[in-house]
T-cell receptor, first 119, second 111 residues
Framework: NAGVTQTPKFQVLKTGQSMTLQCAQDMNHEYMSWYRQDPGMGLRLIHYSVGAGITDQGEVPNGYNVSRSTTEDFPLRLLSAAPSQTSVYFC??????????????????FGPGTRLTVL | RKEVEQDPGPFNVPEGATVAFNCTYSNSASQSFFWYRQDCRKEPKLLMSVYSSGNEDGRFTAQLNRASQYISLLIRDSKLSDSATYLCVVNGAGGGNKLTFGTGTQLKVEL
């Protein structure tokens, strides 16, 4: 059971380049999400998904695309990299809990992160 | 007002001390609450969920006060290995099924 895996661990891009950050989980979690972490800002949600074929925007979605074609994979695409996207990116997954007030994400399991530098 | 607010610290405490962290959240409809721990340059890991009745796990005690929209974490008998950043996490703080992280409180336990 590998948990949540992310590739690559490190990446340097030039402004304007595109790339895809990979994320996979083998825990059959419905909920997957992408965060970026910047000094003094905490983790900020970029995009999330509550199941295959369903994605939604988080707090800072601009400049990023996601898709969820399978339960296991949730890639994050940078369309045209900018220096402002220099950050540490974490992917996370969790089960969904359900109750009378709806459903919500349970404990998040994080991948080891991708450190991205955009020059 | 930020959706989830924490005192950034750092809290410098001697080994064996008791230390408490607080966190406030803005959305009274928030549904679930957690404390995560993050070591330097590592991914966050769950420390404990926070339940309405309060819960304890060894030296760690978490409390939730829904009326005041306030979460706390108490660490007793601090160890050097407790040095880390502690993140308060709220589901629904920003509305909907989204987790909002506080910026974290840094703890340094010293000899």
């Amino acid at each position: 059971n590998a948990g949540v895996t992310q590739t690559p661990k490190f990446q340097v891009l030039k402004t304007g380049q595109s790339m895809t950050l990979q994320c996979a989980q083998d825990m059959n979690h419905e909920y997957m999400s992408w965060y970026r972490q910047d000094p003094g800002m905490g983790l900020r949600l970029i995009h999330y998904s509550v199941g295959a074929g369903i994605t939604d925007q988080g707090e800072v979605p601009n400049g990023y695309n996601v898709s969820r074609s399978t339960t296991e994979d949730f890639p994050l695409r940078l369309l045209s990299a900018a220096p402002s996207q220099t950050s540490v990116y974490f992917c996370a997954s969790s089960y969904q809990r359900s109750g009378t007030s709806g459903s919500w994400a349970d404990t998040q399991y994080f991948g080891p992160g991708t450190r991205l530098t955009v020059l | 007002r930020k959706e989830v607010e924490q005192d950034p610290g750092p809290f410098n405490v001697p080994e064996g001390a008791t230390v408490a962290f607080n966190c406030t959240y803005s959305n009274s409809a928030s549904q679930s609450f957690f404390w995560y721990r993050q070591d330097c340059r590592k991914e966050p890991k769950l420390l404990m969920s926070v339940y309405s009745s309060g819960n304890e796990d060894g030296r760690f005690t978490a409390q939730l006060n829904r009326a005041s929209q306030y979460i706390s974490l108490l660490i007793r008998d601090s160890k050097l290995s407790d040095s880390a950043t502690y993140l308060c996490v709220v589901n629904g703080a920003g509305g909907g099924n989204k987790l909002t992280f506080g910026t974290g409180t840094q703890l340094k336990v010293e000899l």
